[in-house]
């Protein structure tokens, strides 16, 4: 339960960050809130040459509201997220979902940018960021770029930033009237993690849904949308039956995980529930 020796360094500023990352290449991991890095270390899954301590840096902090859309820091806390009274106003199933991760120790430490680069097939937050159609922004040697949500998650624990890119903020939507989301998930009892998790976002048009976005995590090896459920659902008006349509259409594209925790069998029968429960839950809000 030792760590492997490393090097350790603490830059203040992205840019710092950055070039360390140049140095150092492969031999390098960023170190965050460090809920899955450490761990990692202490039983010598991971073995880095050199940690680079992203905590102290200022600019990945801070959640503001820029008209239409939330931009959270890189560096935010669940915790931060989850009381933060920008994110409950403007975008309560992210509020809800930080709030449902792990315990009050690991909110306190662990940051939404730790979990979007780490991608762990079980955490909550990919499937809210695709549901909610957010963009990641990631600042590397050459300048800042912005992934699209749909474009962030590649393969397990494998995303499409860069190795010397680092992740600066992620920018998320103001719902508005007639928009509504939720996230809804079976957890593993001990840790929090997702056995199946989805979150739902709907906008309603005169009683019509006439967009519909769902993100389930948890189920396969990576996050991913459901576009038939989502497609079962646009058109309609949301009623019981159009959502029993949409849950029943979701599930598919997943290359299912079987577990001590769940067969590949019960994760697929849970999306379908669960996919109802969160559909349900983000029409109400959409409709309020």
Same mark, same amino acid.
Request: proline share 4%; hydrophobic share 45%.
């Given at each position: 339960?030792?760590?492997?020796?490393?090097?350790?360094?603490?830059?203040?500023?992205?840019?710092?960050?950055?070039?360390?990352?140049?140095?150092?290449?492969?031999?390098?991991?960023?170190?965050?809130?460090?809920?899955?890095?450490?761990?990692?270390?202490?039983?010598?899954?991971?073995?880095?040459?050199?940690?680079?301590?992203?905590?102290?840096?200022?600019?990945?902090?801070?959640?503001?509201?820029?008209?239409?859309?939330?931009?959270?820091?890189?560096?935010?806390?669940?915790?931060?997220?989850?009381?933060?009274?920008?994110?409950?106003?403007?975008?309560?199933?992210?509020?809800?979902?930080?709030? %449902?991760?792990?315990?009050?120790?690991?909110?306190?430490?662990?940051?939404?940018?730790?979990?979007?680069?780490?991608?762990?097939?079980?955490?909550?937050?990919?499937?809210?960021?695709?549901?909610?159609?957010?963009?990641?922004?990631?600042?590397?040697?050459?300048?800042?770029?912005?992934?699209?949500?749909?474009?962030?998650?590649?393969?397990?624990?494998?995303?499409?930033?860069?190795?010397?890119?680092?992740?600066?903020?992620?920018?998320?939507?103001?719902?508005?009237?007639?928009?509504?989301? /939720?996230?809804?998930?079976?957890?593993?009892?001990?840790?929090?993690?997702?056995?199946?998790?989805?979150?739902?976002?709907?906008?309603?048009?005169?009683?019509?849904?006439? /967009?519909?976005?769902?993100?389930?995590?948890?189920?396969?090896?990576?996050?991913?949308?459901?576009?038939?459920?989502?497609?079962?659902?646009?058109?309609?008006?949301?009623?019981?039956?159009?959502?029993?349509?949409?849950?029943?259409?979701?599930?598919?594209?997943?290359?299912?995980?079987?577990?001590?925790?769940?067969?590949?069998?019960?994760? %697929?029968?849970?999306?379908?529930?669960?996919?109802?429960?969160?559909?349900?839950?983000?029409?109400?809000?959409?409709?309020?």
């Amino acid at each position: 339960m030792i760590p492997a020796p490393f090097q350790y360094f603490a830059p203040r500023t992205v840019n710092e960050a950055i070039g360390l990352l140049q140095q150092h290449g492969d031999d390098a991991k960023l170190l965050a809130g460090g809920h899955s890095l450490l761990p990692a270390l202490k039983l010598r899954l991971a073995q880095p040459a050199v940690l680079i301590d992203i905590s102290h840096v200022s600019e990945l902090k801070g959640i503001t509201s820029n008209g239409d859309r939330l931009v959270i820091g890189a560096g935010a806390t669940y915790h931060e997220i989850a009381t933060s009274e920008a994110v409950r106003s403007g975008c309560l199933a992210l509020a809800e979902c930080v709030g %449902q991760i792990g315990d009050i120790q690991v909110r306190n430490r662990g940051t939404l940018g730790g979990s979007l680069a780490h991608a762990d097939p079980a955490a909550d937050l990919p499937a809210v960021v695709l549901a909610l159609g957010a963009t990641i922004n990631v600042m590397g040697p050459n300048g800042a770029r912005s992934i699209a949500a749909d474009d962030m998650f590649v393969a397990m624990m494998t995303t499409a930033i860069s190795p010397d890119e680092v992740m600066t903020s992620v920018t998320f939507p103001i719902l508005g009237r007639g928009e509504g989301a /939720a996230y809804a998930k079976l957890r593993q009892p001990a840790s929090r993690y997702a056995i199946v998790g989805v979150a739902a976002y709907v906008k309603l048009d005169g009683g019509t849904v006439a /967009a519909c976005r769902i993100g389930v995590t948890g189920a396969g090896a990576v996050a991913v949308r459901q576009p038939a459920a989502e497609a079962a659902l646009v058109g309609t008006s949301g009623d019981d039956a159009a959502v029993a349509a949409a849950a029943n259409a979701a599930g598919d594209g997943i290359d299912y995980l079987g577990d001590i925790h769940a067969s590949a069998e019960y994760r %697929q029968a849970m999306v379908k529930v669960y996919t109802r429960r969160a559909l349900t839950e983000a029409l109400r809000r959409a409709r309020a």
